[in-house]
């Protein structure tokens, strides 16, 4: 199906480690392409050649066989196929099959970016010709952060696996990434967003749950990040090493379209509160921002200016502030459907919308006397706000508020001081004027077996079908 615009879809095979197994791998896109249809391109991750001596090889140098699409390929990953790479900024090796380089950037005519990053992690300065190191990583960075509103890459290769890829997501089983996954592969995911992160090496397939790129209710909405693991080319296990998708370069895509969120998306598991990437090695000349949990940010400081320009400035701002306690540790969301700690078997429906829905068991005026009352009786005072009168006039910058606003238009407001109780709320909704059900304002005395809110979600769920319009054609 046709873009807007005209342009189509390119369509993109991604293999795992071949190992010199070429016979395999491109007998395998060959089938693909019958079944399927052509498609634009093959992009190989980990290793393309194998350690020994490569028979089959031969015949794609010499030009007895041709690849069937054109391909491209990293690095070496190890000292004996490094031979194989004549040319560090990349080249084309036989026909059709061509070497990206150690790092850079390919931008096709169709707007696609691939990043891509060859080899494996190393401390050493300058690293082998089959590692990469901090440098490397901080060049790759700089080039494409430096670009004019950039917003991501469309594909991110690297041999290596991101260090704690699995964070808030799916398990990769026996695959532990804080031995082997590389952390400056997770700075360099964290920082260019790549739409799709191809990686090798582990010899399994793994993918994982879709992660978000921005911080929800203080980010705009950005595109999601997917990470894909494969396995090496005709694994006995016959685990999944080809990997066949459709992308539309995110240059071509309308903004609404390319920020669509998938129920199952996560939290980033390469990004901190202050938007820095954690659990990684640093790059040269960065520092780490201090870690602060908090929900919303309710600073007036300018979006984009970082917290602390100089050193001198961050020394007198924590001169004056009193000693804080150290931070709690994160956890995985409640709420997030593809979080493990989520109770899914609670959930009635899922939808993109919220709609009022009128209620016959008490009167907008129940509703409000209900909450002047219990105010009065917690000694607040809920001001009416008049028709016409703007909200930001009556909340001054940084102040919260607790804010009713009721089906008639009218709409009741109090600043929150201190000692406001937190289940003001649930204690109205509760009361007899509203639900009736006053034993009901403490959560605790709500609590069920699972067996118990197993049943109870799944008559409600009946008895909401007729009215579920998340479900409707």
């Keep these: 199906m046709a873009a807007p615009g005209g342009r189509r879809p390119l369509r993109i095979l991604a293999s795992g480690d071949a190992e010199g197994r070429l016979g395999a791998l491109f007998g395998r896109v060959e089938a693909a392409q019958r079944k399927s249809g052509a498609f634009d391109l093959l992009l190989c991750v980990g290793n393309f050649f194998g350690s020994a001596q490569d028979t089959e090889w031969e015949d794609y140098q010499t030009g007895r066989k041709k690849a069937p699409i054109q391909t491209y390929i990293l690095g070496a990953n190890n000292e004996e196929t490094v031979h194989r790479f004549p040319d560090i900024s990349g080249c084309e090796l036989a026909e059709n099959i061509t070497y990206l380089g150690r790092k850079g950037v390919f931008s096709g005519a169709s707007g696609l970016q691939i990043a891509y990053l060859s080899g494996v992690e190393s401390l050493q300065e300058p690293a082998p010709a089959h590692c990469f190191s901090s440098k490397d990583v ?153 870690m602060h949990q908090f929900f919303f940010d309710l600073s007036s400081k300018p979006k984009g200016k970082k917290r602390h320009s100089e050193g001198q400035a961050r020394q007198q701002t924590q001169a004056k502030r009193p000693p804080c306690k150290p931070p709690l540790p994160t956890a995985a969301c409640w709420f997030c459907l593809a979080s493990p700690e989520v109770e899914k078997h609670l959930v009635v429906s899922i939808g993109t919308h919220v709609v009022p829905v009128p209620q016959d068991c008490c009167t907008t005026d129940d509703i409000k006397e209900a909450f002047i009352i219990h105010a009065e009786e917690q000694r607040m005072e809920l001001l009416e706000i008049p028709e016409h009168s703007a909200l930001k006039q009556i909340v001054q910058p940084r102040t919260p508020y607790f804010y009713v606003e009721l089906d008639t238009g009218e709409k009741l407001f109090h600043r929150i001081e201190r000692h406001f109780p937190l289940q003001f709320g649930r204690e109205v909704l509760a009361s007899e004027a509203i639900l009736g059900m006053p034993d009901r304002a403490d959560w605790r005395s709500c609590q069920m077996g699972r067996e118990e809110e197993g049943v109870a979600a799944q008559a409600f769920r009946q008895a909401f079908a007729p009215f579920d319009i998340a479900q409707e054609d």
């Design 138 to 290: 901080a060049d790759l960075k700089t080039s494409l952060l430096s670009t004019p509103k950039f917003k991501g890459v469309d594909i991110l290769l690297t041999s290596c696996w991101p260090r704690g890829v699995e964070k808030f997501g799916n398990s990769p089983g026996d695959v532990d990434t804080k031995k082997c996954g590389s952390g400056l592969v997770s700075v360099l995911a964290g920082s260019l967003k790549p739409r799709y992160h191809f990686s090798g090496l582990q010899k399994i397939y793994y993918e994982r749950l879709p992660y978000r790129n921005h911080a929800v209710l203080q980010e705009s909405a950005q595109h999601v990040s997917r990470f894909i693991a494969l396995a090496s080319v005709g694994n006995a296990d016959k685990r999944k090493y080809l990997y066949a998708f459709s992308i539309l370069p995110m240059s071509s895509m309308d903004s609404s379209e390319l920020v669509k969120q998938p129920q199952d998306v996560t939290e980033n598991p390469f990004r901190g509160p202050g938007g820095w990437v954690h659990g990684a090695q640093q790059l040269p000349g960065a520092e780490e921002e201090p």
